[in-house]
C-alpha cells in the first residue's frame, strides 16, 4: 500500500510539472508573438516618422525612444498574460518588472537629454568608466542576445576615465550591440559578439566585434551617413548618431574587418586629462 502511495504521489507530481510547462511553453510563444509585433510597429511607426518628421532630431528620437517603448510594452502585455493564466511564476514576473524598469529609465534619460539639449544646457561631462557605460548597458540588451542564441564574450582590460555624458555614451553601444545582433540573426555557424576593452596610448578604446555575415559592400564607403541601411524597415540614422555623439566626445567610431569575417566597430575616447575618480 506504502508503494502504490508513493507511486501515486509521484504521478501526480509529473503531472503538475508538465501542466505548468505546457503552460510556461505558450507563454513563451504568445510573449514572441507579442515581440514580433511591437517590432512591426516599431517599423511602422519608423516609417512614418522619416516622412512627416521635421528633420534628423526627430528621426532621432523616434530611433532612441521606439526600442525602450517597444521592450516595456511587449513585457507589460507578456507579465499581463502570465496573471490571467493564473500561473505567475515569481522569478519570471521579477525579470519582466524589472526590465520594464530599466528600459523605462533609459527612454526617460533620452527625452531628459534631448530637453536639456533644446534648451542648450552645455552637454554633461562626467569622468566615467568605459567598461562601466557597457557594463549597465547590458541588461538592455540581454533579451536579444540570449533568443539569438549569442555567445557574448567579454574582454575588458582596466581602464583610466574619459569624460562624457553617460546616457549619450550608452546610446552608442546600445546601438553597436543592437546591430551586431541583428547581423547574427540569420548567421549560421556559432554566433559570437565581443566587446574589448583596452587602453591604447592616450586612448581607451573599445571594440564590438561580431561573427556575422560583415558590412555588406554596397555600404561599406557610406555606412555613417544619415538614411544607409541595408534592413527592410531601418531608417539608417544608427550609425550616423553614434558617429556625431562619438565626435562631440572628441572621439572616433570606425568600422574595421573583424578577424573572422565578422563586422567590428571601434569607439576611441580620449582619456581624460588630469583625470581624478570616477563619478
Ligand atoms: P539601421 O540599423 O537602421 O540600418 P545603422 O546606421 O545602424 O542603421 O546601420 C546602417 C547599416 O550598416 C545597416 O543597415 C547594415 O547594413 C550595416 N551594419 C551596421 N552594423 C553592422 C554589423 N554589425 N554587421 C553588418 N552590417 C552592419
Redesign the pocket.
Known sequence: AAVMTLLGLHRLRLGGLQRRNRALRLEMEERRRAEGEAARLRRELEHVTRIATAGELATSLA?EVNQPLAAIVSNAEAGRRFLHLGEAVRSELEAIFGDIARQGQRASEVIQRLRAFLSKEPPQRHALDLNEVVRLVLPLVRREIEERRIRLLLDFSELPPVLGDRVQLQQVVV??I???C??LREAPGARRLLLRSRLAGSQVELA?E?S?????AE?AAT??DPF????GG?????????RSLVESHGGTLV?ESAAEG??R?VLRLPVASGAGGIA
Do not use: R, W
Request: aromatic share 6%; charged share 10%.
Open positions: 530611433h546601438n553597436l543592437q546591430n551586431a541583428e547581423a564590438v561580431d556575422g555575415p560583415g558590412v555588406a555600404v555606412l555613417f544607409v541601411s541595408t534592413k531601418g531608417m539608417g540614422m544608427g550609425l550616423s548618431i553614434c568600422q565578422g563586422a566597430f
